[in-house]
Every structure is written in structure tokens, then in C-alpha cells.
């Protein structure tokens, strides 16, 4: 009885293992080229992963460029603001239901910048206010994560 609760547990451990191997020691590497849409305030990256081991996925696009923005004042006049650098970011999440024979298809998306104030973005003071139009991206990088563990950072732009 000892010896076969002794193997139990050994083939436990190995089953362990084996499944620590599956989700964590995949090659993942993309499939073709990613696309980039420029959305105005926003940018969408969609791309296919291979590779991948069988865990749910984060995806991250972290981006910079330089913003536009227009000011308008109390009475309703518009001026422009004076551009200056942004940094963006976007996250999605993947199931590991959605991952077919180590691939899947994701877009991920940033969010659009704001002003957190409107002498931050450029205009005379805070009466005034400030609105993001524009940001002409200047770089645009993917990080993926599996299982907690990065697994793929990737300039995309």
C-alpha cells in the first residue's frame, strides 16, 4: 500500500511537471506580420501568435508619440494647444479557450490620451479646455505574457 501511494505521488509530481512544461516552455513567435491601424487618438495592433503553450494570455501595447491638441477657451473659440509627447498603453486578454493548437488571432487597442488639465496641454490656463485630437505615433511595442511570465516583446512601430 506504501509503495503504490509512493508512486501516486511521484506520478503526480510528474504530471505536474509535464503540464509546468506545456504552459510555460513554448516557443511563441508571431505569424506573419502584425497589423497597425492608426485610429486617431488610438492605435489598434492585431496580429496572430504561434507557439503558444496552453495558459489564458495578456497582451499589452505600450506606445509614445506626439500629441495634438486643441484649446478652447470660455466663450467658445477655438486656438490650438502645443503638441507634446504621449505615452499610450492598451490591454487585452486572451482565454486559454481561444488558443487553438498553440495559435491565436488578438487585436489590442489603446486608449486615448486626455488632458489632465488644460494648461498641461497647452492652453493659456484652466479656464480654458483641452482636448486630445490627434497623436502621431512614434513607436508601438507588444508585450505578451503567459502564465505570468513574459514571453514576447516585440516592436511593432
Do not use: R
Request: aromatic share 4%; hydrophobic share 40%; glycine share 12%.
Amino acid at each position: 500500500m506504501k509503495k503504490n501511494a509512493k508512486w501516486m505521488g511521484l506520478s503526480l509530481a510528474g504530471i505536474a511537471v509535464m503540464t509546468a512544461i506545456a504552459v510555460y516552455a513554448a516557443n511563441v513567435h508571431l505569424k506573419g506580420e502584425p497589423s497597425f491601424t492608426d485610429n486617431g487618438t488610438t492605435a489598434t495592433v492585431c496580429a496572430t501568435l504561434a507557439g503558444l503553450g496552453n495558459g489564458d494570455l495578456t497582451v499589452t501595447l505600450v506606445g509614445s508619440g506626439t500629441e495634438t491638441v486643441v484649446c478652447t477657451n470660455p466663450a467658445g473659440n477655438f486656438a490650438p494647444g502645443n503638441p507634446g509627447g504621449v505615452t499610450v498603453g492598451g490591454t487585452t486578454t486572451v482565454p486559454a479557450s481561444e488558443i487553438k493548437n498553440g495559435t491565436v488571432h488578438f487585436c489590442v487597442t489603446t486608449t486615448a490620451p486626455v488632458c489632465q488639465s488644460a494648461k498641461d496641454c497647452g492652453c493659456p490656463n484652466d479656464n480654458w479646455t483641452g482636448t486630445v485630437t490627434d497623436v502621431d505615433f512614434t513607436s508601438l511595442t507588444l508585450v505578451v505574457e503567459q502564465g505570468g511570465e513574459v514571453v514576447l516583446t516585440t516592436a511593432v512601430k
